[in-house]
Nanobody, 114 residues
């Protein structure tokens, strides 16, 4: 069975950091694009970051540029999203998405508040 599992979410104060992980099972992420999305209550899901893999390009939502970094560890079949200088407006459920399998993870909650 193929799936994606996110982890690393939680509560953090403004200015803090979290690292989200997205681990695939049943298939390899190597060489394929994978993205991080988020959805806040009452809002549409939006793309946060994408690693194009074979194209060697990364994408970031303007509001997270300079604060978030996407990376991957092919040996662990895992993609990460390092989030620094977190703001209350970053509060959302974060999902990873595999383009090659059209597969979403279950999401992990990130809450940024004082």
């Amino acid at each position: 069975q193929e799936n994606l599992v996110e982890s690393g979410g939680g509560w953090v104060q403004p200015g803090g950091s979290l690292r989200l992980s997205c681990t695939a099972s049943g298939f390899s992420l190597r060489g394929y694009a994978i993205g991080w999305f988020r959805q806040a209550p009452g809002k549409e899901r939006e793309g946060v970051s994408c690693d194009s893999a074979s194209l060697g390009r990364t994408y970031y939502l303007d509001s997270v540029k300079g604060r978030f970094t996407i990376s991957r560890d092919n040996a662990k079949n895992t993609v990460y999203l390092q989030m620094n200088s977190l703001k209350p407006e970053d509060t959302a459920v974060y999902y990873c998405y595999s383009t090659v399998r059209n597969l979403w993870g279950q999401g992990t909650q990130v809450t940024v508040s004082a």
